[in-house]
């Protein structure tokens, strides 16, 4: 049969041999020219049929995926003002300044840092709601690595989150972290600072994050 042309799958479907046990038998087996042509065939054959059944299956899966993530976008509808308070606060607790001493200024303030366009308007959004600072209120910080554009990154978070012009400004830095191993543009516009001035903003939502684990982690830890 292998003379013939057929393959280990052929093979395996007429007799029930194990394709590992055909590999060991027909190890040393020369082809003739005509069985080698056939196989080369076959294989082409199934290369073209994998590869027509990959692209059809990674279409499916795309479309699969974004069905999924239309169905729970729709599950969160508008956030009331308790619900937008807890993210944001959840969001400040990852992503916010929570540690003032005299090395980096001991009165507290608001400092959110995040490159995420969607997560950065969340976080206004509830400045706005919920502590009534307003876009013209706050101070932003964008951090650039060296190469890039100060003039672009301005204009584009200008454009993006509604901060003022002159509420806004460019620093060339590359932080400790990343040691300049990080590529240079992995973050063609920067990561953006909020910060707003008021101790009492600041402990309103240290006090959120407080209630956030106090509330529902103390027991469970205990």
Not at 17 to 26: C, H, R
Not at 37 to 47: C, F
Not at 77 to 104: C, P, T
Request: hydrophobic fraction near 35%; glycine fraction near 6%.
């Amino acid at each position: 049969m292998r003379l013939q042309g057929k393959t280990y799958g052929e093979i395996r479907s007429l007799l029930g041999v194990p394709k590992s046990t055909q590999s060991s038998w027909f190890k040393q087996l020369t082809l003739s020219g005509n069985a080698s042509t056939i196989l080369k065939r076959k294989q082409g054959d199934n290369l073209k049929f994998f590869k027509q059944f990959n692209k059809a299956r990674t279409v499916f899966i795309k479309d699969e995926n974004e069905a999924v993530r239309k169905t729970y976008r729709a599950k969160v509808g508008k956030l009331s003002d308790r619900e937008l308070m807890l993210v944001s606060a959840a969001l400040y607790w990852a992503e916010g300044q929570k540690v003032f001493n005299n090395k980096r200024g001991g009165y507290p303030y608001l400092c959110f840092s995040n490159s995420d366009p969607q997560m950065l308007l969340l976080f206004l959004e509830f400045l706005e709601r919920l502590l009534s600072v307003s876009r013209k209120e706050v101070r932003c910080e964008v951090h650039i690595q060296p190469n890039l554009s100060g003039a672009k990154s301005l204009a584009y978070w200008h454009r993006t989150i509604g901060i003022p012009i002159n509420r806004l400004r460019v620093y060339k830095v590359i932080s400790r972290s990343s040691n300049q191993k990080r590529p240079k543009n992995i973050l063609p516009y920067g990561t953006v600072h909020i910060r707003v001035n008021g101790r009492r903003k600041f402990f309103k939502v240290k006090g959120i994050i407080d209630g956030l684990a106090i509330n529902n982690y103390k027991t469970k830890r205990d």
